[in-house]
């Protein structure tokens, strides 16, 4: 198997982080990997919002009804699908922040966006965006421990060969 194969299946979702704040430095990097993300047609329909301020950090946790990782975390990044966009793009660009992340020591959790009458007053958003997911970011605390938990469902059960 190759490095990335098995990059790929090791990357979790974590949701603790240190209180040490995610250098600029790396989050660059990190944007520059969303940035690179294909999308269809090459549209490139989407932004990205970047929080690492404490208050707006828990403003934005309270967009969703599961988004203790914001909480806990120094940084996220909000994606923003534009007018034309598509949520498959919106989920190819997160994956690639939560790759990009872990390939560079930052940890990362997925984070959904539910209550969007909260999240359309706090982002002021224009007319025909749309901000459903955002993504968490801090380094890893000690105890975040993800491999204790899950697993993945026996392929028999997922896959279906036609």
């Known amino acids: 198997m190759s490095d990335t194969y098995d990059f790929i299946l090791k990357l979790r979702a974590i949701r603790q982080y240190t209180d040490d704040p995610v250098s ?3 989050l660059n990097r990190i944007l520059e990997a969303a940035r690179w993300t294909g999308s ?3 549209t490139q329909n989407w932004s990205f919002l970047v929080f690492t301020d404490r208050d707006k950090l828990d403003r934005l946790a309270e967009c969703g009804s599961f988004t203790d990782p914001i ?5 996220a ?9 598509n949520e498959f793009d919106i989920g190819r660009a997160a994956q690639n922040i939560m790759l ?3 390939s560079i020591g930052v940890a990362s959790c997925p984070i959904t966006l539910h209550k969007q009458d909260v999240v359309n007053s706090f982002l002021d958003l224009e007319k025909g965006q749309v901000a459903r ?3 968490s970011l801090g380094y890893p605390a000690a105890d975040a421990a993800p491999a204790r938990f899950g697993g ?3 392929s028999e059960r997922l896959v279906r060969w036609m």
């Not at 909480?71 to 940084?75: F, G, I, P």
């Not at 990044?77 to 966009?85: D, M, N, Q, Y």
């Open 24 to 26: 600029k430095e790396d």
């Open 40 to 42: 269809s047609k090459n």
């Open 71 to 75: 909480r806990n975390a120094t940084a």
């Open 77 to 85: 990044i909000v994606l923003v699908k534009e007018p034309e966009g």
């Open 100 to 102: 990009a992340s872990k």
């Open 133 to 135: 997911y955002a993504v």
């Open 152 to 154: 993945r469902k026996d």
